[in-house]
Nanobody, 115 residues
Framework: QVQLVESGGGLVQPGGSLRLSCVAS????????VGWYRQAPGKQRELVAV???????NFGDDVKGRFTISRDNAKKTVYLQMDSLKPEDTAVYYC?????????WGQGTQVTVSS
């Protein structure tokens, strides 16, 4: 059974940093594009950052220059480094994997940016 398990969420003050991790199981991770989406209360799910199997990255406009995405195929893990966090970054962050005709989602991890 395919699983994407996120970790690293929590409460952080504005201007702070968090690092999210997502570990995949039961997929050939290197064949998949992976990344992160987020959903704030009352809003649609939106792209945060993705990284293709070849290492090309793409970011949502709101996070460009503040967030970094990376992957470790040996560990089947994708990371999201979030710096200079703002209250508007508060959301549930979901790990995403797509490839070979399949799409998978994690359960989500809450990130709250507040003083």
């Amino acid at each position: 059974q395919v699983q994407l398990v996120e970790s690293g969420g929590g409460l952080v003050q504005p201007g702070g940093s968090l690092r999210l991790s997502c570990v995949a199981s039961a997929i050939t991770f290197s064949f998949y594009g992976v990344g992160w989406y987020r959903q704030a209360p009352g809003k649609q799910r939106e792209l945060v950052a993705v990284i293709t199997k070849g290492g090309t990255t793409n970011f949502g406009d709101d996070v460009k220059g503040r967030f970094t995405i990376s992957r470790d195929n040996a560990k089947k893990t994708v990371y999201l480094q979030m710096d200079s966090l703002k209250p508007e970054d508060t959301a549930v962050y979901y790990c995403h994997a797509s490839g070979l005709g399949y799409v998978y989602w994690g359960q989500g991890t809450q990130v709250t940016v507040s003083s």
